[in-house]
């Protein structure tokens, strides 16, 4: 993705921002599970009042399910949805890892999850790993809107705009291995 050299003015106005998503269109997104989960996964139910302009992609814990994920993200002008599985606790969750999708370091924060893959490689039990945000709220650890403590994130002397489309970028790479 080529970054256009504008005034700082226009950079934050053209910050990428996901269009809000309805349950239905969130329903219809995934690509990883079958229609049946898609159905009956917990889908959050204040989509209304959410602030989407911070937000670089939808994600949540299901709060019946703490060990089930789900992520939408809009690629392509499309909605994109995976589900997760965080692969259970273990030492790693204990130590200082980093995103890979927002690059924000955190002590226990950052958990290991796994995607089934699309289609007939998810059926045989093909799965992608990636190290995401616990919370799943990278778009607001990008923002400076919720903080991890001192230190947590490196300075970088990107824009806003350079740095969300990295995290859009980081998150549609994982997308595509899970859908490929
Ligand atoms: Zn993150």
Same mark, same amino acid.
């Given at each position: 993705?080529t970054?256009?050299?504008?005034?700082?003015?226009?950079?934050q106005?053209?910050? #990428?921002?996901?269009?809000?998503?309805?349950?239905?269109?969130?329903?219809? %997104?995934?690509?990883?599970?079958?229609?049946?989960?898609?159905? !009956?996964?917990?889908?959050?139910?204040?989509?209304?009042?959410?602030?989407?302009?911070?937000l670089?992609?939808?994600?949540?814990?299901?709060?019946?399910a #703490?060990d !089930?994920?789900?992520?939408?993200?809009?690629?392509?002008?499309?909605?994109?949805?995976?589900?997760?599985?965080s692969?259970?606790?273990?030492?790693?969750?204990l130590?200082?890892?980093?995103c890979?999708?927002?690059?924000?370091?955190?002590?226990?924060?950052?958990?290991?999850?796994? %995607?089934?893959?699309?289609?007939?490689?998810?059926?045989?039990?093909?799965?992608?790993?990636?190290?995401?945000?616990?919370?799943?709220a990278?778009?607001l650890?990008?923002?400076? @809107?919720?903080?991890?403590?001192i230190? %947590?994130?490196?300075?970088?002397?990107?824009?806003?705009?350079? @740095?969300t489309?990295?995290?859009?970028?980081?998150?549609?790479?994982?997308?595509a291995k899970?859908?490929?």
């Amino acid at each position: 993705m080529t970054i256009m050299h504008l005034p700082n003015l226009i950079r934050q106005i053209s910050v #990428p921002v996901m269009k809000p998503l309805t349950e239905q269109e969130i329903r219809t %997104a995934f690509v990883n599970c079958t229609k049946g989960e898609a159905k !009956r996964l917990t889908v959050p139910r204040d989509l209304a009042e959410r602030c989407w302009d911070d937000l670089d992609f939808l994600g949540w814990r299901d709060p019946q399910a #703490p060990d !089930r994920a789900y992520v939408v993200a809009e690629l392509s002008g499309r909605p994109v949805g995976i589900q997760l599985r965080s692969s259970g606790a273990g030492s790693w969750q204990l130590r200082r890892s980093m995103c890979s999708v927002c690059l924000t370091t955190h002590t226990g924060g950052v958990s290991l999850m796994v %995607a089934p893959r699309s289609g007939k490689a998810g059926q045989q039990g093909n799965s992608v790993g990636i190290y995401i945000c616990s919370d799943l709220a990278c778009s607001l650890y990008v923002r400076g @809107k919720k903080d991890t403590g001192i230190g %947590a994130r490196l300075h970088e002397s990107l824009t806003l705009e350079e @740095k969300t489309e990295r995290t859009v970028a980081n998150l549609a790479s994982f997308i595509a291995k899970v859908s490929a």
